[in-house]
């Protein structure tokens, strides 16, 4: 059973960057798409960034020049680089796996059961 497991969260001033980690563990990394998801409070869960297996990537609006999403196959693990944080950047976030979605219906997703699996999230928080 596929696992995924983020880490990197943390507390940063506005303006400044963090670093985001997920290891996927239980199945072939290479074989998945993989992304970053968040949720702020009182906030619909929205899709950040997604990378597909041959490295193509989709960004939400709010996030395109300020966040980079990339992998490492050969250390089975996501990252999601993020720089010039703003408060409204604060949220859970989780990253998620699928093998057969395409970015855009990745990114997309709406229902849990959508994508293959999901990670517990980390949480950012930007202080002004």
């Known amino acids: 059973q596929v696992q995924l497991l983020e880490s990197g969260g943390g507390s940063v001033q506005s303006g400044g960057s963090l670093r985001l980690s997920c290891v996927l563990s239980?199945?072939?990394?290479?074989?998945?798409?993989v992304g970053w998801f968040r949720q702020a409070p009182g906030k619909e869960r929205e899709g950040v960034g997604v990378?597909?297996?041959?490295?193509?990537?989709l960004y939400a609006d709010s996030v395109k020049g300020r966040f980079t999403i990339s992998r490492d196959n050969a250390k089975n693990t996501l990252y999601l680089q993020m720089s010039s944080l703003q408060p409204e950047d604060t949220a859970m976030y989780y990253c998620a796996a699928d093998r057969s979605l395409e970015n855009w219906y990745f990114l997309n997703a709406r229902l849990t059961s959508t994508l293959d699996a999901w990670g517990q999230g980390t949480l950012v928080t930007v202080s002004s």
């Open positions: 990378i597909d297996k041959v490295g193509n990537t």
């Open positions: 239980g199945d072939t990394f290479s074989t998945y798409s």
